[in-house]
C-alpha cells in the first residue's frame, strides 16, 4: 500500500517544575464512592499544578507543603503533603445532589453576558509552562506516542496569538510496514483555537448541576454543518461572574452520514467519524482571571484501505494537554512553528530529563507499547520507527 496521509483535523496539554523540591507525593485518586479512579483531578497549590492520568495516579512536587484536590462536582479537598504522606490511596467526595426544577426560559441573553465578559474574565497574554501527550492509536493498538515539555506565550494579538518553546520531547512510532498509511498530527493553531458555539445558530437549555455555584447549559446547533453533522455539547459557568469553567463539543452526531474523502491517485477513502474537545480553566488569584488549565481532543478517522488484506481500520487520536505550574510574564524564546505538524518538531531526547520529570506519568498501556517497541526496534524489514529515543 502507498503511504497516503490522512489529516486529522484537531484543535487541543505539559509541565514544568521549581529548582526547589522539598515535597514530593505520588498516589492514586478514586471517587469516594464508587472506588473508580479519577482522571484530570486539578492538584495544585499557588506555585505548582498537576493531574491525574486515566488511571487516577499523580505525581506532585513543590516545595510548598499545601496541596488541593479538586474536580467539578466533586468537594474540594484542601490538605498538606505532611497529612496525607501514609494513605496509599486519596478518596474524593462527589457533592450532594438537590434535583431542583428548571425554569424553561429563554437563554440566549445569559449566554450573550457570558460572551461579553469573555474578555475581562480571561487573561489575554500570560506564559505558561505545560506538557502536552499525543497518542495515536489504529484500531486500539498504540503506533504513536509524542510528550512534549514547553511554554507557551499566550498573546492578544490574533496573528501571532500563540508562541510555543519547546524545552524536551520524546517521540516514536511504529508501524508495520506492509499496511502503513501516514498521517498528519494538527498544529498548535488549530489546537488551540476557540470553537465556541455562535449566538442565534445555537438552542441553549439547562440541565441540573449538583453544584450550586456553577450553571450546566447544553447547547445544539440548529442547522447541520458542511458534513451534515449537528455539534453539540455543554458550558459549565461560574454563576457569581459568568466565566465558562469547563467546555465540551462534539461535532459529530450521525457518524454514519459524514462522507468519504479520497485521497488523489489512490482507492485509499477516509472519513472523521469522531471528533471532541474538552477545555478548562482555573482561575488566577492575583488577577483574578482565568488561563486555560487542561485541554484535550479526540478524533477517530475511519479509513477504507485499497488492499484485500486490510479493508477498513480506525485511526484514534488523543491529545492531552495540561498546565503545570502558576502563569507567569516570562519571555517565551520560540523554537517551533505553530503552523506545522506537532510530530514532525524535531529536538534531542534527554534521558535525564524524562528519567527524573515526575508529573506526565506513563499508563501501564503506555508501557506496554514502550516495551513492544523496544523488542522490536531491531526487526527494520518489518517494522518502521521513527523516533529521538
Known amino acids: 500500500m502507498k503511504n497516503n496521509y490522512v489529516a486529522l483535523f ?24 464508587t472506588k473508580l479512579p479519577l482522571e484530570n483531578i ?21 516545595d510548598n507543603n499545601e496541596i488541593n484536590f479538586n474536580l467539578l462536582g466533586y468537594n474540594l479537598l484542601k490538605t498538606t503533603f505532611d497529612a496525607i504522606k501514609q494513605q496509599d490511596t486519596i478518596f474524593l467526595q462527589s457533592k450532594t ?48 506516542l509524542q510528550d512534549i515539555n514547553a511554554k507557551r506565550g499566550k498573546n492578544a494579538n490574533p ?45 441553549f437549555t439547562e440541565e441540573n448541576y449538583n453544584d450550586t455555584d456553577f450553571r450546566k447549559i447544553l447547547f445544539e446547533a440548529k442547522e447541520k454543518n458542511i458534513d451534515g453533522q449537528i455539534s453539540k455539547g455543554y458550558f459549565v459557568i461560574n454563576r457569581n461572574d459568568y466565566a465558562v469553567i469547563e467546555f465540551f463539543i462534539t461535532m459529530r452526531d450521525n457518524p454514519e452520514t459524514v462522507p468519504y474523502k479520497k485521497f488523489t491517485l489512490s482507492k485509499v477513502q477516509y472519513k472523521t467519524i469522531k471528533y471532541e474537545r474538552f477545555v478548562r480553566f482555573s482561575k488566577n488569584k ?11 481532543l479526540k478524533a477517530t478517522v475511519e479509513v477504507v484501505a485499497s488492499t484485500k488484506e486490510e479493508n477498513t481500520f480506525n ?25 506545522k505538524d506537532v510530530f514532525k518538531a524535531k ?25 513492544r517497541v523496544s523488542e522490536n526496534k531491531d526487526k527494520k524489514k518489518e517494522f518502521e520507527i521513527i523516533g529521538n529515543f
Open 97 to 144: 445532589f438537590e434535583l431542583k426544577e428548571i425554569v424553561v426560559a429563554n437563554l440566549e441573553p445569559f449566554i450573550k453576558k457570558v460572551y461579553d465578559k469573555m474578555g475581562e474574565n480571561y487573561i489575554s497574554n500570560y506564559t505558561s509552562n505545560f506538557f502536552l501527550r499525543n497518542v495515536l492509536k489504529k484500531d486500539n493498538s498504540i503506533v504513536v
Open 42 to 62: 486539578s492538584i495544585y497549590n499557588d506555585k505548582d499544578n498537576s493531574t491525574t492520568n486515566q488511571e487516577g495516579l499523580f505525581v506532585f512536587v513543590s
Open 10 to 33: 484537531c484543535i487541543f496539554f505539559i509541565s514544568t517544575f521549581g529548582n526547589s523540591q522539598n515535597f514530593k507525593i505520588s498516589k492514586i485518586i478514586v471517587d469516594k464512592t
Open 159 to 203: 496573528k501571532n496569538s500563540n508562541e510555543i518553546e519547546v524545552l524536551n520531547m520524546r517521540k516514536t512510532s511504529f508501524f508495520e510496514k506492509k499496511n502503513q498509511i501516514d498521517f498528519r498530527f494538527p498544529d498548535l493553531d488549530e489546537f488551540f483555537s476557540a470553537i465556541w458555539p455562535a449566538l442565534g445558530k445555537n438552542i
Open 315 to 339: 485511526f484514534d487520536l488523543n491529545m492531552d494537554y495540561f498546565t503545570t505550574a502558576s502563569i507567569t510574564t516570562e519571555k517565551v524564546e520560540p523554537n517551533f512553528a505553530t503552523d
Open 347 to 371: 529536538f534531542p531526547y534527554s534521558a535525564e530529563f524524562w528519567s527524573s520529570q515526575n508529573q506526565l506519568l506513563l499508563t501501564s498501556e503506555l508501557k506496554d507499547f514502550l516495551k
Open 286 to 296: 492575583d488577577l483574578n482571571k482565568y488561563y486555560l488549565h487542561l485541554s484535550k
